[in-house]
């Protein structure tokens, strides 16, 4: 396990870009946090050092939006997600294998993830400071 404490969006950013120089082009991550904890900013600084982030946004209404770069990434959002028929209603279980699925609001569907995720855990600590915990990662 891995642990940070950020105090802007930029360093929070920067944690996932480290992350993110890790991978080998197929890992599910799954984020952990409140609304407004930096789930969407983590991913902007992931999908920024792969070469994937022009454009990366929270995908509440779309479930799942895709960025090309170094690696194919899908940005996952299972807020609306109750029940494995909604999980296999978004085509989850297709990107499996085929590019880094990153998740936001993977406590919702914790059971059906793979064992061998890698968890980022982010905790509000004030307006600013946030806590990220990373378990299942190598060394960053």
Do not use: C
């Amino acid at each position: 396990m891995q642990q940070f404490t950020t105090n802007s969006v930029s360093l929070t950013e920067d944690i996932a870009r480290r992350l993110a120089k890790t991978m080998k082009g197929n890992e599910v991550i799954a984020l952990f946090g409140d609304l407004g904890a930096g789930k969407t900013a983590f991913t902007r600084g992931f999908a920024d050092e792969l070469d994937a982030g022009d454009e990366v946004s929270s995908p509440t209404f779309a479930l799942v939006n895709e960025y090309n770069g170094r690696y194919d990434i899908y940005h996952f959002d299972m807020y609306r997600i109750g029940s494995y028929d909604d999980l296999y209603s978004t085509g989850f279980f297709d990107y499996l294998g085929n590019g880094i699925l990153i998740i936001e609001w993977s406590e919702n569907i914790v059971e059906y993830l793979p064992e061998d995720r890698i968890e980022v855990h982010i905790e509000r600590l004030s307006d600013n400071e946030r806590r990220i915990t990373i378990e299942g990662a190598d060394k960053l």
